[in-house]
């Protein structure tokens, strides 16, 4: 299993980034895919998450709006658009792969793969 984040950077608020999460090692049509960040001193967070199968959406209340998961399966790719960014949206971005289906959706417990993450800095 292999996941793989890009699209991090530095921009200033109101700017919008796009992170791609590339997918191999497992079957694409099972499970969710989900997108959480970290930042010093405080614990992992679900921004948000799609189920591979029926794409349920899970966004955090602060990014609703703001922010939209989608999937590519012919790319086994799933991509978080994140627009209208504001200072509190920095941190490291990580993609996330869990097969078991179970538990809440966005939960980062729930998660068993993880890529190594992209940061995302926004900034004045």
């Known amino acids: 299993v292999r996941l793989v984040e890009s699209g991090g950077g530095l921009v200033q608020p109101g700017n919008s980034l796009r992170l791609s999460c590339a997918t191999s090692g497992f079957d694409f049509n099972y499970g969710a895919i989900g997108w959480f960040r970290q930042v010093p001193g405080k614990e992992r967070e679900g921004v948000s998450c799609?189920?591979?199968?029926?794409?349920?959406?899970y966004y955090l209340e602060s990014v609703k709006g703001r922010f939209t998961i989608s999937r590519d399966h012919a790319k086994r790719t799933v991509y978080l658009q994140m627009n209208n960014l504001k200072p509190e949206d920095t941190g490291l971005y990580y993609c996330?792969?869990?097969?078991?289906?179970?538990?809440?959706?966005?939960?980062?417990?729930?998660?068993?793969?993880w890529g190594r993450g992209s940061q995302v800095t926004v900034f004045s």
């Open positions: 996330a792969a869990d097969f078991e289906a179970s538990g809440i959706l966005c939960a980062p417990s729930r998660y068993d793969y």
């Open positions: 799609i189920t591979n199968s029926r794409e349920q959406t």
